[in-house]
């Protein structure tokens, strides 16, 4: 029996809300979203009550228990070779265990990503006549929060951030406002089966987000442009694994290649309002002393 969008909605709301990557940079905001709201949430990580781990799907079937929607944030990149059918024979699991919303994260310009926003409709389509559940899909710009959560903080607090980046400017977005679309997408009506493609409101070069976070902090902070292949031995000596150094070469090189350099209004069209500024999110992340090294 084919299920109406009413009934999915209701279905969606009922359930538990799974977030997988729930303690990450966007997860963890969506998390406390649900929450305050009152939702019941399941965070899905490996260090999660019930574990989850995208390498074991062993344990993939009781993360899914009872649950209604699910927010889903690929690890360690979704621009990585085989991310897409991993997220495609997740979220087909998810439909078939009775998840009846499915919100996933991917990044712009990424021909993996690109095909798990592929592989994720197709297997909210696939279980057909017995069920179905509407998709969104939120493809996002470099976070902000990769300069206060993520990779960039330990050469900021160091006071040296050298990257390939050349002049290429790119539109953060910020964690905060991806989350309140995903949170948008999960409980509300309307957001079914769209593409949200979110970035911020102004287009920075590397060196210019690292001169706005060094005002916001008042430290002297030098932003060195090094060749990828300087910046891949850099990787190599600080011990970073080959398969990360080969992702961060990808983002930087193929990635990074001015394809998106332009702005997009998803947070507009889904949310009604404008995307936060990176201005905003330097001065609050510099209050709270994150950066002061
Ligand atoms: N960062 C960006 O600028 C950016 C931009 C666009 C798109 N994206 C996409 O966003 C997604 C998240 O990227 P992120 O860098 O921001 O990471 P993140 O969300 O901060 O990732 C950490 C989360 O992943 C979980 N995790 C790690 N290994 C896992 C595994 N094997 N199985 C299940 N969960 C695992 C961690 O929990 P545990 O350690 O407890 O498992 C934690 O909850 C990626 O798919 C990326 O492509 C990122």
Redesign the pocket.
Known sequence: METTNAERAGTARRGTTLV?????????RVVERLRSRGMAVRV?????EVP????DRGTWASALREVGSAYV???????VPG?ADTIGSFAELAVESGVRRLVL????GEEE?QRAEQTLQESCARVGAKASAEWTVVR????NQ?FS??FFLEPILAGEVALPADEMPEPFVDADDIADVAVAALTEDGHANRVYEVTGPRLLTFAEAIEEIGRACRRELRYVPISTEAFASALAEQGVPDDLTGLLRYLFTEVLDGRNAHLTDGVRRALGREPRDFADYARDVAATGVWDG
């Open positions: 997988v990557g729930g303690t990450g940079k966007t997860g963890r899905g990580s490996r260090s999660g989850f781990d995208w390498e944030t690929y690890y360690p990149d979704v621009a991310a994260l991917t990044g712009r990503a996002a710009s470099w976070f990769n959560e993520g």
